[in-house]
């Protein structure tokens, strides 16, 4: 099986999107924005990469970690 899943990526034009990630978290991309999406399953580890705005949801899981990366800081 894969250590890191395929990359999920959701993009957002002129509207809001709203979906669902694997394990469970919701994010609400913002219009004008975009997401990469990728789980690692030896590090037990969620990585994002976020070009724009995003909020995020987080489903817990005590023994993983959820990370967003960004293009820069506000």
Same mark, same amino acid.
């Given at each position: ?37 990728? *789980?690692?399953? #030896?590090? %037990? /580890? ?6 724009? =705005?995003? *909020?995020?949801? #987080?489903? %817990? /899981? ?6 967003? =990366? ?5």
């Amino acid at each position: 099986y894969l250590i890191t899943s395929p990359p999920t990526e959701i993009a957002a034009a002129d509207l809001r999107v709203v979906d669902t990630l694997p394990g469970g978290s919701t994010v609400v991309v913002n219009k004008k924005s975009a997401l990469e999406y990728r *789980y690692n399953r #030896i590090r %037990k /580890e969620h990585r994002v990469k976020l070009r724009g =705005e995003a *909020y995020f949801e #987080i489903e %817990k /899981e005590s023994d993983q970690s959820f990370i967003v =990366e960004t293009d820069g800081l506000f």
